[in-house]
């Protein structure tokens, strides 16, 4: 566990904006926003954290300022585009000595997960300045953790430029294992889903997936977990297949000219996009 004098600040970065699922944080889950059910996840870890929504300045999102005091969180607005300014800001207003990045579109995370990420940090506190489960990921997509010094989220801050750096948080940090110490935790099982399981919500299928788990699993037991998930998808073999056609995209396919450190196949087009000349950016 971590010393009593670190505060541990997760960081929730959410906005309405979607290039491809507008309002996605705000669909309902049983009865609930997607934002609350995750909020709801993160609160069951066993770590003793504050949690806070980081939204835009953007008057389309004074929702999720509203949605986060029904839920009784603190939030931060800043920049739309300049995630990075975002959560910096955010982490030195709430006075974070540790920031953990949790992305809003991760509500059938695990919380067992993000504790064996914090507990892998503090085993080797001084050691790394940051520890994912990103490089290279090995999890269920949908299960990103991230922590980091507030000293490594600053020089980020400090010396990042590149627009894929302000618009991805921490890709300056990753990026970089010349300047900083990063630290990476696997799956146990040597298994490897990261491309071939999405928990993720981006596209409409993905919401009808993550809707479809909880409809199964939340009556039974609300704490769920990533291998109730799977156990699940080889039960209903069904449900796995409502968004495995979007299992492996994500945000890389746009940037692989860019990123030293992600390979081809850590990433793949949407389905719609291998016919396409033109991509947009990743929402």
């Not at 926003?33 to 003793?48: D, F, G, P, T, Y």
């Not at 995630?83 to 709430?94: I, N």
């Not at 953990?100 to 064996?116: A, E, T, V």
Request: hydrophobic share 35%.
């Amino acid at each position: 566990m971590n010393t009593m004098t670190e505060k541990i600040v997760i960081i929730v970065q959410a906005r309405m904006a979607s290039s491809r699922l507008p309002g996605k944080v705000m669909l309902p889950i049983l009865g609930k926003s997607l934002l609350a059910r995750m909020i709801e996840r993160l609160q069951m870890m066993q770590h003793k954290a504050d949690i806070i929504i980081a939204t835009s300045e953007n008057e389309e999102d004074d929702v999720i300022v509203k949605e986060a005091l029904e839920l009784n969180i603190p939030s931060y607005r800043g920049s739309l585009g300049n995630l990075l300014d975002r959560h910096y800001q955010a982490a030195r207003r709430f006075k974070a000595d540790i920031v953990l990045k949790i992305p809003s579109d991760c509500p059938l995370i695990d919380p067992r997960i993000i504790d064996q990420v914090l507990e892998y940090f503090f085993a080797n506190r001084g050691k790394y300045d940051y520890v994912s489960n990103l490089h290279p990921a090995t999890w269920p997509d949908g299960n990103d953790v991230e922590v980091m010094t507030m000293a490594c989220l600053k020089q980020a801050w400090e010396n990042a430029g590149r627009p894929l750096e302000l618009e991805h948080t921490t890709p300056y940090i990753w990026e970089n294992p010349l300047i900083f110490s990063i630290g990476n935790v696997s799956w146990k099982t040597g298994l490897d889903y990261s491309m071939s399981h999405r928990f993720t919500i981006d596209y409409p299928e993905d919401y009808y997936f993550i809707e479809k788990v909880y409809s199964e699993l939340y009556p039974i037991c609300h704490q769920f977990s990533c291998q109730d998930i799977l156990n699940l998808l080889n039960r209903k073999p069904e449900i796995m297949q409502i968004n495995t056609q979007y299992a492996g995209v994500n945000w890389y396919r746009h940037h692989l000219d860019e990123l030293q450190t992600i390979l081809p196949d850590q990433t793949k087009k949407a389905p719609k996009e291998n016919s396409q000349q033109f991509e947009q950016s990743e929402a």
